[in-house]
């Protein structure tokens, strides 16, 4: 009977999210003439601050304004040089000399400079900016620029972070106009928090966002579209690469600029792609709307792998989720490939570790599955007698009992809303279901996005949560310390849990500190098993990437690890120039849907 009532549960879930309201997409206004690859995205950039660009909204934005030493090349991801020029290593291994390309330009005409390096380092150190700490912490010594375009980087031990990460992921920012930021921050009490809080822009003290990437900023009108535009003093125009298989792609940007429309639901975003006022939705596709977009002749659908994942978190400095046998047996009660075969219909698969199959080698497959392949029966039971057994009790109605006999306190789960993300969304309200099978409170409580990450990355004071992470194309797990080491557990950090175990944040230092190959590997399956049976987090599910683009306005697409981004500074445009970029006046209810059923190496809240 009960299991009846999932289904029917599951089914008016999918009735109710696919079947969408009215909805009026604003048009867009603009002078700006020219050729505009416009994407749509579910949602608009919450600052202007790249240092605080960690969802991947955000990143998607600002991601292009600011170079590193080193790139993954397009499809084959091999560490390449970006704004370096060469790099030479010691006979040790340890120090590094990297030449600069010497005719590289901010967008104001400024030359991007080794001192523009040393400042970026200099900045993450002093503010210990927790995004980008892990870059430098343990792994680089020391910097110096012996002139305006070499920088040398010494290195306290061989590791292996060094180039999977750090050459990468560390951005190079401007003096010039950062250089003002971190003065004002420093004035303040709390000067992180200052320096964090800051945003850019032409209506602030400090001008503009001055970029050094392919695209310039252009105009942000909130609600409606962010503009960026094509910068003619880009150093990797031109740049061409040629793949393994033999494939060649010339660098641009090739058109004036890029059109970011803000959609806010699937249902809108995919109308919008259908009539043709959007080429490209960066955002995977839910299930229920791929067999209608196979069906449109002007409609590409990519399929690909990815290193992300969906999970959820509970709060361990709160009472009673700070209680590791309360969160292995609320872990146990998830039943995941429900969530896989039904919410996902086939497009992913269960997450059970913190690192998933994508990654290949670094995958333990080995780690705790917390009642996978359990009947709902078996799953209960087992909950029942692992808090039994540590001290737990029900009272008459059925409802838990903590070890101090009193009823445990109703909470939330924080989850996307349907319109945003229908599959977060039901996999809260079947999750609140299966607790609530062992008299446990909790109610799914669909939340904005910009709420969730306030409540739970800012301000940790949530009980539990479910998001994701976008992880960039390089299966080296090192993301386990940005998310779960210990110095990541505080304001703006990535630990909003506050997990906290000595032997996990070794094993992590460890990783991204010995270049021994075995000893890395060990580490890494030793840290996914304390991270999961400590229940860092309780990983749900793992996607398939599903993109959607255009046939009939660019060519030039490719699919890599991590989906069809990475082919957006290589597009080039089918149709003539000319055309200013307009939006169309929206206003339908979507009644028959429901019948129609990482370019970036950083890691981005999703």
């Not at 969408?20 to 608009?44: C, H, N, R, W």
Request: glycine share 8%; net charge negative; proline share 6%.
């Amino acid at each position: 009977m009960r299991k009846e009532r999932m289904v029917k549960i599951t089914a008016a879930l999918l009735v109710v999210i696919l079947f969408a309201s009215v909805f009026y997409v604003q048009p867009i206004s603009t002078q700006e003439q020219g050729t505009f690859l416009k994407i749509g995205m579910q949602d608009e950039p919450k600052n202007t601050n790249i240092y605080k660009a960690t969802d991947v909204w955000t990143a998607n934005v600002l991601g292009w304004f600011y170079p590193t030493l080193f790139i993954l090349s397009p499809i084959d991801r091999e560490l390449s040089p970006d704004f370096a020029e060469s790099m030479e290593g010691s006979p040790d291994g340890l120090t590094y000399t990297i030449k600069l390309k010497q005719n590289a330009k901010w967008d104001d005409g400024t030359p991007i400079t080794a001192q523009d390096v040393i400042f970026s380092f200099d900045l993450v150190k002093e503010l210990q900016l927790p995004d980008y700490l892990p870059y430098i912490d343990g792994i680089v010594d020391s910097w110096s620029a012996p002139d305006d375009y070499t920088v040398v980087l010494k290195l306290p031990q061989c590791t292996p972070k060094f180039k999977n990460s750090t050459l990468i992921g560390m951005v190079i920012v401007p003096k010039h106009q950062w250089s003002k930021v971190l003065d004002d921050a420093r004035k303040g009490a709390e000067p992180l928090q200052i320096f964090l809080d800051t945003n850019l822009g032409a209506d602030t003290p400090y001008g503009k966002l001055v970029s050094g990437g392919p695209f310039s900023w252009g105009e942000w009108q909130k609600g409606s579209f962010v503009r960026i535009v094509a910068n003619t003093n880009y150093y990797g125009k031109g740049r061409v690469w040629t793949t393994k298989s033999g494939k060649t792609l010339t660098e641009g940007p090739n058109y004036d600029g890029i059109l970011f429309k803000i959609y806010g639901t699937t249902d809108a975003a995919i109308l919008g792609l259908q009539k043709g006022e959007i080429d490209y939705i960066w955002w995977t596709i839910d299930p229920g709307f791929i067999a209608n977009l196979l069906a449109d002749p002007n409609v590409e659908v990519t399929k690909a792998d990815e290193l992300g994942y969906y999970y959820l978190a509970m709060n361990h400095a709160k009472e009673p989720f700070n209680d590791k046998v309360l969160r292995q047996a609320l872990a146990t009660l998830v039943d995941k490939q429900f969530i896989a075969s039904r919410v996902l219909q086939g497009y992913g698969g269960p997450a059970h570790s913190v690192v998933m199959p994508a990654a290949g080698k670094w995958y333990n497959d080995g780690v705790n599955k917390y009642g996978f392949g359990m009947a709902k029966a078996d799953r209960v039971a087992k909950a029942k007698e692992m808090l039994k057994n540590a001290g737990y009790s029900w009272d008459a109605d059925g409802n838990l009992l903590l070890k101090n006999g009193k009823k445990m306190a109703p909470f939330d789960i924080l989850t996307p809303p349907a319109d945003y993300d229908p599959l977060r969304a039901m996999s809260g309200v079947l999750i609140q279901e299966w607790w609530r099978a062992i008299g446990v409170p909790a109610t799914a409580k669909p939340t904005s996005f910009g709420q969730i990450v306030a409540s739970t990355f800012e301000q940790m004071t949530f009980d539990v949560y479910i998001l994701g992470w976008r992880i960039g194309g390089n299966p080296y797990p090192d993301h386990m310390y940005d998310f779960f080491h210990s110095s990541q557990a505080v304001p703006d950090g990535n630990n909003p849990m506050s997990f906290k175990n000595p032997e996990f944040d070794k094993l992590v230092e460890d990783l991204t500190r010995n270049c021994d190959e075995n000893a890395q590997m060990a580490d890494a399956f030793k840290a996914q098993e304390i991270a999961i049976d400590e229940v860092a987090y309780c990983p749900l599910y793992y996607r398939s990437l599903n993109e959607a683009h255009r046939k009939d306005t660019f060519e030039g697409w490719f699919v890599q690890l991590g989906g069809v981004a990475g082919s957006i500074n290589y597009l080039t445009p089918l149709k003539p120039a000319g055309a200013k970029p307009t939006g169309i006046p929206v206003a339908i209810a979507l009644v028959g849907l429901a019948g129609a059923a990482a370019y970036l190496v950083r890691k981005r809240k999703d």
